[in-house]
């Protein structure tokens, strides 16, 4: 079992940047790719971006490439999210999950969840 704790989330200001923590506990971090999904209200959940298990090789979806960054540090347990120049439409619900095997590029499904953290972002 993996556990997953997410922080961060607040409201601003459209513009702004804001970092989310996501912190594992249970099994090596280091085995685990990262990712972090968003879901808005009466919207479907939707990826964001993955990071790979060491190499901390990043994929992103095409809505938030060049705005947002994943990143982790194993040493610590946790995945970070920067995001920068946020707009109102960023405004979410964010997870971060974590799966073993395949590649960041695939649709493999996650298999742990933490509990998600509140963005709003208002205009």
């Known amino acids: 079992q993996v556990q997953l704790v997410e922080s961060g989330g607040e409201l601003v200001q459209a513009g702004d940047s804001l970092r989310l923590s996501c912190t594992a506990s249970?099994?090596?971090?280091?085995?685990?790719?990262m990712g972090w999904f968003r879901q808005a209200p009466g919207k479907e959940r939707e990826f964001i971006a993955a990071?790979?298990?060491?190499?901390?090789?990043?994929y992103y979806a095409d809505s938030v490439k060049g705005r947002f960054t994943i990143s982790r540090d194993n040493a610590k347990n946790t995945a970070y999210l920067r995001m920068n120049s946020l707009k109102p439409e960023d405004t979410a619900i964010y997870y971060c999950?974590?799966?073993?095997?395949?590649?960041?590029?695939?649709?493999?499904?996650?298999?742990?969840w933490g509990q998600g953290t509140q963005v709003t972002v208002s205009s």
């Open positions: 999950a974590a799966r073993r095997g395949g590649t960041v590029w695939d649709s493999i499904p996650y298999d742990y």
């Open positions: 249970g099994r090596t971090f280091s085995d685990y790719i």
């Open positions: 990071i790979s298990e060491r190499s901390a090789i990043p």
